[in-house]
């Protein structure tokens, strides 16, 4: 019952509902992000491609080559480099070799730590996607940059909270932000049109039905059991 008893705390169901909010923003910038990555690699592709004079060519089969070419490596961290702004350049997360062929591991260039082996969209959390767009110059037509580090810090709050536990009045900051980040992409992005309907209803959410619910449930279940042990 003690599980229960912490539905009954108010900022650990603040905490609970910030995180909500945050996996709303993940879920509904998926497919925006998985489109943009692909234009933002094949992008940086044709570039390099240039610079090498068509020598990339021969890299696009469809065989993954486990060795980059020097030359070919080089063009890519110049190009990878050149469109990365402020923050710490994660290098040691991705297979050089595998830059030409696989767009995530060019975007994981740009992410924090603890993506290495992260190869789909759906294996990223809200921190490598918010990451990507603070750093990566292809994101910067989309959302101003200042609109991000709110919601940044609102991951960081909820993740490294000793407690479990969030003030309303930063809930309701939180949740602002991140509805906010939403309304400025949804002009690019038609999934994120619905996230500030999800949010205000995730602000309205009361728990109370889970611990009447499960409280119920727990009650009959011991009910039953104590009276098969008395038969």
Known sequence: MDSLRRFQDDGYKNWIKTTMGLN????RLGDFLENEIEIYHRELRKNVNIKLN?????TMSNQVHTVCKEEVCEQ???AILANHKGGQVYWNHTNPYLWPTRKWEVAKVHMNGGNGKHTRVEEFDISAF?????HCLHFRKFAKPH???PVTNARNK?????????????LELFLGRIKELGQALETHSPELRKLAEEIEQLQNTDFSFIVNQFGKNWLEGNAEG??????
């Not at 709303?24 to 879920?27: E, G, P, V």
């Not at 068509?54 to 021969?58: K, L």
């Not at 909820?158 to 003030?167: A, H, K, L, P, T």
């Not at 104590?226 to 038969?231: F, H, R, S, V």
């Open 24 to 27: 709303c923003l993940k879920m």
């Open 130 to 134: 918010l990451n990507l767009k603070s």
């Open 54 to 58: 068509g020598a990339m060519e021969n």
């Open 158 to 170: 909820v993740m490294y909270s000793d407690d479990f536990r969030v003030e309303r009045k930063d």
């Open 147 to 149: 609109l991000f580090t």
């Open 76 to 78: 890519w961290r110049v």
């Open 226 to 231: 104590n009276a098969e042990a008395q038969c």
